[in-house]
């Protein structure tokens, strides 16, 4: 079964400086594509950033950037200089098979609070 | 990136009525859209996959008798709450995409009194 895990429930950061939200995920396909989401406070999901299971280079997107580990099976979101608007709620999402229709499941979320 | 619509955004409605949900496709022509259902301080779960022109498939644990979809047009696809109760408040965000990204709609929440 596949699964994706975020042990972040709430996290601090900062303005202007960079953090890390982790996400790890366990999958036996070898093709799989992984998603990160922003939901504010509206509701509303946000797509930050894309990495497919087969792309050797980290995805990137702005302040936004995806160290893709593949071994370790993490995907984890950096984001630089926070801004007080990065405040929200981030979910990890991994495609689910078959990938072409690109249904997702998702982790329980890390809310990160940005500090002035 | 693509713009998905929902209709309404929010709705109250009497335990035992039916409420529909709009999901449109507003700058790209969905042949799959996908149903989520999110409770407060919870993650996203898929409840359905809607298919242009066929059935929908429904993930494990949904009554398909209860959230009924329509998907009649490559831009719009519906979710029917039929007979609602309180146990089915919550927030309800369709997604789509052309491509990688899967962009989701502004939501819909329900509230059952």
């Known amino acids: 079964a596949q699964k994706i895990t975020q042990t972040q429930p709430g996290m601090f950061v900062q303005e202007k400086e960079a953090v890390t939200l982790d996400c790890t995920y366990d999958?036996?396909?070898?093709?799989?594509?992984l998603f990160w989401y922003k939901q504010p406070s509206s509701g509303e999901m946000i797509f930050l950033i894309y990495q497919g299971s087969y792309d050797e280079q980290n995805a990137t997107e702005g302040r936004y950037s995806l160290n893709f580990q593949k071994a370790r099976k993490s995907a984890n979101l950096v984001i630089s200089a926070s801004q007080l608007g990065d405040s929200a709620m981030y979910f990890c999402a991994m495609s689910r098979p078959p990938h072409s229709s690109y249904k997702l499941i998702f982790g329980s979320g890390t809310r990160l609070l940005v500090r002035p | 990136g693509a713009v998905v619509s929902q209709h309404p955004s929010w709705v109250i409605c009497k335990s035992g009525t039916s409420v529909k949900i709009e999901c449109r496709s507003l700058d790209f022509q969905a042949t799959t859209m996908f149903w989520y259902r999110q409770f407060p301080k919870q993650s996203l779960m898929l409840m359905a996959t809607s298919n242009e022109g066929s059935k929908a498939t429904y993930e494990q644990g949904v009554e398909k008798d209860k959230f009924l979809i329509n998907h009649a047009s490559l831009t719009l696809s519906t979710l029917t709450v039929t007979s609602a109760h309180p146990e089915d408040s919550s927030f309800y965000i369709c997604?789509?995409?052309?491509?990688?990204?899967?962009?989701f709609g502004p939501g819909t929440r329900l509230t059952v009194l």
């Open positions: 997604s789509g995409g052309p491509g990688n990204e899967q962009f």
């Open positions: 999958t036996s396909d070898q093709s799989y594509g």
